[in-house]
């Protein structure tokens, strides 16, 4: 048996976290299955369907690497087949048109809930063979098998069964001629060969449904996995406030990829104690064995973490565009200073987003407007514009400029005036950068050049001694 999964968001938002976990896994399961992943939207909710949304999920899985085999598939495309599927029901005798107005079933299930029963469906239309009617509000329901039990072996969770009685007739096909999910999802899953439904927990009610439809059309089941929904770091339901925002937004807050697909791998999924994976190593190990049977908590830490790794160890090129990108949003011109791949080596290692990659190279390319006042308190005090100018005609005597001449003219100098090291390295970096924090300060000043570097401190210097 061909091993085909699918992923099939309904376009009426952005991809957030779930959505993502949910398509890696499948897409695992395929790549380690040597099979092929179905992507299709899900649009029959056309009122909150978007272009937007198609094409904001779409542009998520690229930019994470999740490539599909077939599709995308819209199911607004495919009404005709689902009208034929509901026919066949009709005809069969597993399916009826029923004309119950709204009101009625609004007095249902106030009653149901006042006699403290779970509102459902009561059948009334079931039996009484109603006819299509022009002109009047018809759905069409299925018909649930009234008794008995509906079970299936979930790749996650076990075994898991519920009886017919609670599962009431749902509707297959509105009243506007729309088929509803549960309908269109096993048409689809049917005619796509889909072979393992991997999906939220969230569906395990639906998936009883769809079972009983399954059957109703003579179809094979296909397996199914669960898998447990992601919760925020309050192990709370994932929402905005607490992790979950589209997959885009952790793009625009300067996570990689491979970051991103890595902590998602992990949550929820373990292979031994192993936290890093490539690509290859999480196609080669996945299964479904190893998922969690409970929910997974959303830690931004870990996710940061992993990025700091995975910016480490990328190669400066593949992350040059996005930084470039940055930079242009913030009107940051990087011809004007030193070339910014050195600027970017230098601080690599020592950033968790590329957000605060960009944040910390910044001042290489504009004008220092404001000086840390915490930093200014902390290290500077009446000697400092003294060392400062100092400093600065040793500077401008340097020739070559590099990191090694910078750093050794710095050694010499607080010898010779017998202060520390720090009680010149902190107002240097305050007067090329704003605050204490740079890179070794050798290696800060040799990028940005003798000039730069003099004109910056003398900026500084006259702010000390105006500040006077
Ligand atoms: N469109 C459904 C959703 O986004 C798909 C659920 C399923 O996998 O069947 O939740």
Redesign the pocket.
Known sequence: MQVVTRF???PTGYLHLG?ARTALFNWLFARNAGGKLVFRI?DTDRQRSTDEAIDAIISAMEWLGLDWDEGPYYQTQRLDRYKEVVQQLLDQGDAYYCSCTPDRLEKLRNDQREKGIKPRYDGHCRDIGLERKAGENHVIRFKNPLSGSVSFNDRIHGLVSVQNEELDDLVLERSDGMPT?NLT?VADDMDMNVSH?I??DD?INNTFRQINIFRALGHDLPEFAHVPLILGSDRKRLSKRNGDVSVLDYRDRGILPEALVNYLVRLGWSHGDQEIFSREEMIRYFDLQQVNKSSAGFDMEKLLWLNRHYIGQSSIETLLSEVQKIMVTRQIDTENGPDLRSAMGLVQGRVSTLVDLADQIEYFYRPIEQYDAGALSKHCNESTSGLLRGISSVFSHIEPWTQESVGNALKTYVKSKGVKFPGLAQPLRIAVSGSDQTPSIDSTLALLGSMETIKRARMFIDYLEQGK
């Open positions: 099939p968001p309904s959505g899900e999910y999802v439904v999906r939220g569906h």
